[in-house]
Nanobody, 120 residues
Framework: QVLLVESGGGLVQAGRSLRLSCAASRSRFSANAMGWYRQAPGKQRELVAA???????NYADSVKGRFTISRDNAKNTMYLQMNSLKPEDTAVYYC??????????????WGQGTQVTVSS
């Protein structure tokens, strides 16, 4: 039903920036909430940020003030602008399409992931 493809990951020095993109194919992007998850080595997967079709956003405390989630409904594309990157941001980042309901995000469809590595 929904195909999600992430891009934009890479290796960067601490303090630099990256922008991740997620393109959705054959989806109801404009009607769905979307989010970014990440999983660091040896750590559990965590929700980094989410955005609803109406533009409401939610961020994990660890990235507030540094990361910005956005979406372009006309292009069926979601972005994660990551500034002031820290080594602890190193993880595989996953695009997700799901639902926002009662102050929670419910993941439904997953991208394949893109590696972000931040060196000190």
């Amino acid at each position: 039903q929904v195909l999600l493809v992430e891009s934009g990951g890479g290796l960067v020095q601490a303090g630099r920036s990256l922008r991740l993109s997620c393109a959705a194919s054959r989806s109801r992007f404009s009607a769905n909430a979307m989010g970014w998850y990440r999983q660091a080595p040896g750590k559990q997967r965590e929700l980094v940020a989410a955005i609803t079709s109406g533009g409401f956003t939610n961020y994990a405390d660890s990235v507030k003030g540094r990361f910005t989630i956005s979406r372009d409904n006309a292009k069926n594309t979601m972005y994660l602008q990551m500034n002031s990157l820290k080594p602890e941001d190193t993880a595989v980042y996953y695009c997700n399409a799901g639902r926002w309901y009662d102050n929670n995000y419910y993941p439904d469809y997953w991208g394949q992931g893109t590696q972000v590595t931040v060196s000190s």
